[in-house]
């Protein structure tokens, strides 16, 4: 069989996380909340919310350019393409401040990525490249809402 494409692979894999064997999805957002925690250190608070929604907005992109490359090797939502987990935990980053909020982040994506409540598995059953990043991104939505709601509730 055929290789797939390399540009596509690496993007759809996370750079390689999801070709990690237990738990590809996890490897994927793990990573994902790492990359970030750097931008922690390096920026200010501003500029890591910027870059976080630039990411978001670019490898949501990238990510169903990538996939729908990818589909014909793979499947229609392959294991190893975690790119859509990575936008998603990017998602609740956008408000997190400092490590213990991003843990929070990464285990509320989390949460609702593998449970998949309140129609973001209605979603998953979509067919198409960009319905494998919608449902991961309607999950990275909802763990914004909570974990904002958690900021706001730790602050009082």
């Known amino acids: 069989m055929e290789k797939p494409p ?3 692979t690496i993007i759809g894999t996370g750079f390689g996380a999801g070709f990690w064997p237990w738990g590809p999805g996890t490897a994927g957002s793990v990573l994902a909340t790492l990359l970030w925690l ?3 250190s390096l920026t200010g608070p501003t500029e890591l919310c910027l870059l976080t929604a630039l990411c978001i907005v670019v490898f949501t992109a990238l990510g169903t350019w990538a996939t729908k490359l ?3 090797y793979w499947g229609d939502d392959p294991s190893r393409v975690v790119v859509d987990e990575m ?3 990017w998602t ?3 408000i997190a401040a400092n490590w213990q909020q991003a843990l929070m982040a990464l285990v509320l994506f989390r949460f609702f990525d593998i449970v998949k409540p309140l129609g973001i598995r209605s979603l998953d059953k979509r ?3 960009f319905w494998v990043m919608a449902d991961d991104l309607l999950a990275g939505i909802y763990s914004l809402i909570v974990l ?4 706001l509730l730790w602050e009082k």
């Open 92 to 94: 609740p980053l956008l």
């Open 38 to 40: 750097g931008g922690l």
């Open 87 to 89: 936008v998603g935990v």
């Open 127 to 129: 067919k198409g490249a």
């Open 148 to 151: 904002y709601l958690i900021i």
């Open 6 to 8: 390399i540009i596509p």
């Open 70 to 72: 990818l589909q014909p």
